[in-house]
Structure formats: C-alpha cells, structure tokens
C-alpha cells in the first residue's frame, strides 16, 4: 500500500475528509518552501502538492504562474524539488507528497531517472497536468515500478468513456477539476460539483479530491460535503506572494488559513453524517 492509499485508509477509519494543500517549490525562496510544508502539516494539511516551477504553466492562473516565476528566479528546477522533498522526509515520514506541474521537466531529466530520484526522495505521486493517460505508457511504467502513484486530472467535460479511462491509469486517488478554466478562478457551483463527484464515482473506488476555486474555509467544507478531499493551491500561495518578504508572518497566515480550513471541513463532515472517506 502506497503512502497516498495510506493516508486515505486511515482518514477513512476515522471518518475525516482529506485537505490537499499546494505551494510551489521555491516560492518565496527554497528554504521557506521546507518550513511552509512543515507548517501545512502542522495546521491539518493530510497530503502536500508541491508544485514543480515551469516558465509556461498553462492550467494555472496568475497567481500560480507568478509563483512559477519567483521560484524559477531562485533557480528551482525538478531536481532541485526532488532534494527539497528529500529534506522534508527528515523530519516527515508519513506525509504523502505529489509532485504536481508539468511533463517536459520530467521528460527532459528521463522518465526512468526521475522514477528513480523520486522515490529515493520520498516523492508518492506525480500529477503532470499536460500529460493524457493515452500517451503515458513510457513514464507510468517506470514511475509505478518505484512505488509512485500516477494522478490524473478530470474536467466538467469529460465524458464517461473518457472518466473511464482515466480512472484506469490513476492510483492513489482522481483529481476533479471543478470548474473549466485556469486554477483561482471564479466561484464554485457546489452542487454541480456533486453531480460531477457522483459520477466520478461510478467509474471508480479510488477518492475523489475536488480542486480549482476553493479560497475559503466556507467553501472547502461545502466541497467536503461531497467530496473525499479538498484540494486548495492558490488562497495559500497569494499569501506566499503577499508575505513572501517576511517569511514568520508568511508561516503565521498560512497556518490561520488552513486549520481554519481543516476546522471547516471536519465540521462539515460531521454535520452531514456522511461517514468520511469511502
């Protein structure tokens, strides 16, 4: 069992939803990057996307794509995320952590190298948002054989066939993108979301973590009403991009954000009695 089955296993015994914090690796600088993973654990955060910085992050909105851009200043390339996950498991055993970007980085580094530095790192799952599951053959094989859960993207318009598809190819959990567009966009329709999650789950027993849109403790509880996780990426990296010059008050709002967010979410979870992760 992966560190990423695990950690939905045990949220599952004990009836709790799962909260998905994002940051960018290196953003505001690598070194706080190291204590604001720390930080999210600390708050509630149950796994970690650590974004890897890329200089066309086309899926992303401006917050996230002025992120990419601080981190890429610092010089942060995959290897360098790799190293800084490997620091974190120091101190973290029990963390997941996905590497969440893009596939040239991946690709350019090797398919087979990078399986291999990751897992040696401590990485537990890629998401690599440009990459269809119909043309993934060459890094699942090498990134599954090290232990590393391949994650994939679903949309408010993937039809059936495709979910199917999808969910053929991913371990660890599915990743509903609840709204169409670029990540810190608009408002979530909550109830739509719940269509979409229902028949997610149709295709699959994997959990369903929902993301894109989720700024607010309000909003991230109503989506765990219906979801098994609660991804948020960019409320915590405005704050990154706010702060990012006084590195206590960055860890200080950051921390306020997501337990208020983890408050949000049990509280939700145990008001609607839905039993928690399936």
């Known amino acids: 069992?992966?560190?990423?089955?695990?950690?939905?296993?045990?949220?599952?015994?004990?009836?709790?939803?799962?909260?998905?914090?994002?940051?960018?690796a290196g953003d505001p600088s690598p070194e706080v990057t190291l204590e604001l993973m720390h930080a999210l654990v600390r708050n509630g955060a149950d796994l970690i996307e650590l974004g890897v910085p890329f200089s066309d992050p086309m899926a992303d909105g401006p917050?996230?794509?002025a992120a990419c851009e601080r981190a890429l200043a610092h010089h942060v390339g995959l290897r360098r995320v790799i190293e800084l996950v490997g620091e974190f498991r120091?101190?973290?055993?029990?963390?997941?952590?996905?590497?969440?970007?893009?596939?040239?980085?991946?690709?350019?580094?090797?398919?087979?190298?990078?399986a291999q530095a990751a897992s040696a790192a401590g990485v537990d799952g890629l998401l690599t948002v440009d990459l269809p599951p119909e043309e993934a053959d060459a890094v699942?094989?090498?990134?599954?054989a090290s232990g590393?859960?391949?994650?994939?993207?679903?949309?408010?318009?993937?039809?059936?066939?495709?979910?199917?598809?999808?969910?053929?190819?991913?371990?660890?959990?599915?990743y509903y993108v609840s709204l169409k567009g670029v990540t810190g966009a608009r408002t979530l329709d909550v109830a739509?979301?719940?269509?979409?999650?229902?028949?997610?789950?149709?295709?699959?027993?994997l959990p369903v973590g929902v993301g894109f849109g989720i700024?607010?403790?309000e909003t991230a509880g109503r989506v765990a009403a219906v979801a098994d996780a609660v991804v948020v990426g960019s409320a915590v990296v405005s704050l990154a991009e706010r702060l990012g010059a006084e590195p206590p008050r960055l860890l200080e709002a950051v921390g306020e954000l997501v337990s208020g967010?983890?408050?949000?979410?049990?509280?939700?979870v145990g008001e609607v009695g839905t039993g928690g992760v399936r």
């Open 192 to 205: 739509a979301v719940a269509e979409r999650v229902a028949a997610i789950r149709r295709h699959t027993d």
């Open 148 to 174: 590393i859960d391949p994650i994939f993207l679903l949309a408010p318009t993937s039809v059936d066939a495709r979910i199917d598809s999808i969910c053929a190819h991913a371990r660890g959990f599915v």
């Open 261 to 268: 967010m983890r408050a949000a979410i049990d509280a939700q």
């Open 140 to 144: 699942l094989a090498p990134i599954r």
């Open 90 to 114: 120091r101190h973290d055993q029990d963390t997941p952590v996905v590497l969440m970007g893009y596939l040239n980085p991946v690709e350019v580094m090797g398919y087979e190298a990078f």
């Open 215 to 217: 700024r607010d403790a």
């Open 1 to 24: 069992m992966s560190r990423i089955q695990a950690r939905f296993e045990h949220l599952r015994q004990e009836g709790r939803k799962a909260l998905i914090t994002y940051i960018t």
């Open 63 to 65: 917050v996230i794509q």
